[in-house]
């Protein structure tokens, strides 16, 4: 038993979080470079390299430079095994973050030093807030001219709703930047700029050390001490509780493009974020240290490998260890079911693994039969809970355009609605197929995805729609009522419930005020 709970202390397992084009994927990179991952990084924006960035390996993301989908990436550092999630930043696809979320046990912000806090990282903050998530900021690209960092600090403060303390600080900004003085191990980094090679660092006794004036120059190293005397007079001595509380946010400055000022979060990260928590089912609280495994699905994915046609399930490990052919009971199904290939993922790479514990992340082969939020265990009966469904705000009819390829268009599509990133309706007026999306970048992938991994055209025809609503009712024939009112409005979702598709606010509220005896569902888990 202590090598399960010793395994679990040394798992690290952690989203990062942020608005598009605040260096998130770039960050991550740079993580994966200390951990031996990666040996070189893949600049993410410039198209003459031709080495994308290790996260972003789908063929869409790679042609936009951006994150679509979460990425899992898993690498030892200084004996401690690191599990990162990559989420996607931009908001269309803010469902796939908010779900990964759930499987994580802390989280680093990344944001711009010039943009500061943007809508989408409040978002998620909400989200992080709501579960009680530690959250470690990093302030990027001081190395372009940015704001100053005391006033980013106050921004954090007001638009985060967080308190902060800074753990490490800028010596100056922009063209200027000499570099990052580390207050939490209380040593200098100089800042040379180069994106493959680490930078230099100054060991000194205290703040006062004359070094730090032959390194910067005095006018410098005179600011650097009054900014750090402000800094210890304003904000309380950093307590590690306070952070594993979610009541403290540590703060760091740096600039990840040029691999600087990433090692110090790092260092600092795997000694104080948290080991795998406990997780909250339906039924009861499941601790790390049981024996017995538990696991849920938070995400699954089509097409990792497109030799091989298949999805695959994400599980993240609550407690006990997964054994790669032990048999395990499906909750939903209440089947036995067993995995010959279990894997673990360095983005796209993955290996086939013997053992999975707590907090880890591994991937079972999916041929439809998980969904997500499904539970696997050793037998007993537990539900997760919290794993948000939503419901799409932007609707098209999809046609296919190539008759000869019906079934490749329909298997795709199937295939990529249990990714949970788009929702499928079927028209029961006319029999047209419907795709509901938060987004409209959701669109343009999921084209993009049934031409490139099945082989299948389709277009898309607009349609004017406000909300899908799930209906039911104890009442029988006031359904029935409803549904012949209502028939052209009328669809069926992949579980065969239904749905009224409502084409304007007033609409609803009337079919509200006329039906009182039906219940309108705003997502489908009620």
């Known amino acids: 038993m202590a090598n399960l709970s010793e395994e679990i202390k040394k798992r690290r397992t952690f989203a990062i979080i942020s608005h598009p084009d605040a260096g998130k994927t770039t960050l991550t990179e740079k993580l994966l470079l200390f951990g031996g991952a990666i040996h070189v990084a893949g600049a993410v924006k410039s198209n003459k390299i031709k080495k994308t960035a290790t996260s972003d390996w789908m063929e869409i993301e790679k042609q936009r430079g951006i994150s679509v989908a979460t990425s899992v990436m898993g690498f030892e550092y200084e004996g401690f095994k690191i599990n990162i999630l990559d989420t996607p930043g931009h908001q269309d696809f803010a469902e796939d973050t908010f779900r990964t979320l759930t499987a994580v046990d802390s989280v680093i912000i990344v944001v711009d030093s010039a943009k500061g806090v943007e809508q989408q990282t409040r978002r998620l903050m909400e989200v992080c807030r709501m579960r009680n998530t530690p959250v470690i900021i990093f302030v990027n690209k001081m190395d372009r001219e940015g704001r100053d960092p005391f006033d980013i600090l106050d921004e954090l403060e007001s638009e985060l709703k967080i308190s902060v303390r800074p753990l490490s600080w800028p010596i100056n900004g922009g063209a200027n930047f000499k570099g990052v003085y580390n207050i939490y191990e209380h040593n200098l980094s100089l800042f040379a700029a180069d994106k493959q090679r680490v930078s230099d660092r100054v060991d000194i006794t205290d703040i006062n050390d004359p070094v730090i004036d032959e390194a910067v120059g005095a006018d410098d190293a005179e600011k650097l001490r009054s900014d750090i005397e402000l800094i210890d007079g304003v904000y309380p001595e950093f307590e590690e509780q306070d952070y594993l509380d979610a009541l403290v946010a540590p703060v760091f400055f740096g600039s990840a493009l040029n691999t600087f000022g990433v090692k110090e979060l790092l260092d600092c990260f795997i000694r104080i974020a948290p080991s795998p928590r406990p997780v909250q089912a339906v039924e ?24 091989h046609r298949s999805c695959i399930a994400f599980v993240k490990v609550c407690s006990g260890v997964f054994h790669r052919n032990q048999y395990y009971h499906h909750v939903r199904s209440n089947k036995q079911v067993r995995f ?5 993922f360095m983005a796209q790479k993955k290996e086939v693994i013997d053992d999975v514990y707590p907090g880890d992340i591994v991937g079972l082969p999916d041929n439809g039969t998980f969904k997500i939020g499904d539970t696997l265990t050793e037998g007993e009966l537990l539900h997760f809970k919290g794993l948000p469904s939503f419901s799409p705000e932007m609707f098209k009819y999809i046609e296919n355009t190539d008759p000869m390829r019906t079934k490749q268009l329909s298997k795709g599509i199937e295939q990529l609605m ?3 990133v788009a929702q499928l309706f079927v028209n029961q007026f006319n ?24 082989g299948a055209s389709c277009r898309w025809e607009p349609i004017h729609l406000y909300k ?8 029988k024939e006031a359904l029935e009522a409803f549904k012949r009112r209502k028939q052209q409005y009328m669809a069926l979702d992949r579980e065969g419930r239904d749905v009224f598709l409502a084409d304007s606010g007033y609409v609803l509220d009337m079919a509200q005020q006329d039906f009182p005896k039906l219940k309108f569902h705003f997502t489908s888990e009620f």
């Open 340 to 344: 010959a290939a279990p894997t673990a």
């Open 431 to 454: 029999n047209r197929k419907i795709i509901g999306t938060v987004g409209q970048l959701q669109f343009e992938v999921i084209q993009y995805r049934l031409l490139h991994e099945y």
């Open 418 to 420: 249990d990714e949970g």
């Open 468 to 475: 899908a609503c799930w209906i039911e009712s104890d009442d």
């Open 284 to 307: 009861r609280e499941v601790v790390p240290t049981e024996e017995k495994f538990t696991g849920f699905v938070f995400k699954i994915h089509a097409n990792m490998d497109p030799n």
